[in-house]
């Protein structure tokens, strides 16, 4: 079967760094989105990975481990404009070219 | 550039009504994906549909429909409608058929079941 496990909820502060973990489990991966989503909006893509390593993009970074199936995206210098849900999503030849997208992770950022 | 656009942004019927929620892709994207996101889940994958013609489907029943025009827009028709289809029903277009192409969400619809 398809599992994609993120935490449900996470806080941190003003300035601070925080690392969202995903854990997947799929067959025929063809690699791992991150979206963003804040409160009643559309999601927002963030970062695509399709090999193993990391990819940075400004405060945002992602990481791949395939062999691990897991992911995480870390943000860096927080801002209160972060507080949002973090969507991770896999491809997968499984689904055609749909994501299968875990719960979300709720991220709160307080001054 | 315009991104994805859906209409209508909320919606409310009774039970057994039916439903027609439409989304217009960015302009040059050709596939178009359907998704439900309910309270407390996931986005569930529900219908892909590339070049007119519907590619793939998630695991939601028969009425759960839809279709894709000409101009790549596309319509998702909900039959029979029951209280848990009330759910916020998000549309994604893609540049073309690749799972590496990044998928781009519009705002959605809020449909209420009552």
């Known amino acids: 079967g398809q599992n994609i496990d993120q935490p449900t909820e996470m806080t941190a502060t003003e300035g601070a760094i925080v690392q969202i973990n995903c854990t997947y489990q799929t067959s025929g991966f063809n690699g791992l989105f991150w979206y963003q989503q804040h409160a009643g909006e559309a999601p927002t893509f963030l970062s695509y990975?399709?090999?193993?390593g990391l990819e940075e993009k400004g405060r945002f970074s992602s990481f791949l481990s395939r062999s691990k199936g897991y992911s995480y995206l870390l943000l860096k210098e927080l801002q209160m404009k972060d507080s949002a849900s973090y969507l991770c999503?896999?491809?997968?030849?499984?689904?055609?070219?749909?994501?299968?997208f875990g719960k979300g992770t709720t991220l709160s950022v307080s001054s | 550039e315009a991104g994805v656009t859906q209409s209508p942004t909320h919606l409310i019927k009774t039970r057994g009504q039916q439903a027609t929620l439409r989304c217009s892709p960015i302009s040059g994207h050709t596939s178009v994906y359907w998704y439900q996101q309910a309270l407390g889940l996931g986005l569930q994958f529900l219908l892909w549909?590339?070049?007119?013609?519907?590619?793939n489907r998630g695991n939601f029943p028969p009425r759960f429909s839809g279709r894709q025009f000409p101009n790549y827009s596309s319509e998702l028709n909900v039959n029979a409608l029951e209280l848990e289809d009330s759910a916020l029903y998000l549309c994604?277009?893609?540049?073309?058929?690749?799972?590496?192409?990044?998928?781009?969400f519009g705002p959605g619809t809020r449909l209420t079941v009552l």
């Open positions: 994604a277009s893609s540049l073309r058929v690749a799972v590496t192409d990044t998928q781009y």
């Open positions: 999503a896999v491809g997968t030849n499984q689904a055609g070219t749909a994501l299968i």
């Open positions: 549909y590339d070049e007119g013609e519907e590619r």
């Open positions: 990975n399709v090999l193993d």
